[in-house]
């Protein structure tokens, strides 16, 4: 059975920090691309950034330079440190695992940026 278990998300002030966690289990992790997507209210899921199997990294231009993905094999666990958050940062985050043709998503976490 897999799964995709976020954690990390929460409230947080406008230019605060949060990182959120993505423990996977029932997969061979290190073989698959890992993303994390957020949802706002009343938009389409985005991605906001993949690493790969070898640990390329790829982010939306809107959280360049803020969002850093990141991969720990040994702990099956993408991890999405994000600086410098915005109010329309707000969303839920959603972890998903991909290797062709496998694809799963997590069930998400909310990340609120609010004063």
């Known amino acids: 059975q897999v799964q995709l278990v976020e954690s990390g998300g929460g409230l947080v002030q406008p230019g605060g920090s949060l990182r959120l966690s993505c423990a996977a289990s029932?997969?061979?992790?290190?073989?698959?691309?890992m993303g994390w997507y957020r949802q706002a209210p009343g938009k389409q899921r985005e991605l906001v950034a993949v690493?790969?199997?070898?640990?390329?990294?790829n982010s939306a231009d809107s959280v360049k330079g803020r969002f850093t993905i990141s991969r720990d094999n040994a702990k099956n666990t993408v991890y999405l440190q994000m600086n410098s958050l915005k109010p329309e940062d707000t969303a839920v985050y959603y972890c998903?695992?991909?290797?062709?043709?496998?694809?799963?998503w997590g069930k998400g976490t909310l990340v609120t940026v609010s004063s």
């Open positions: 998903n695992a991909n290797h062709y043709p496998m694809d799963y």
């Open positions: 029932g997969i061979t992790f290190s073989i698959y691309t």
């Open positions: 690493i790969t199997s070898g640990g390329r990294t």
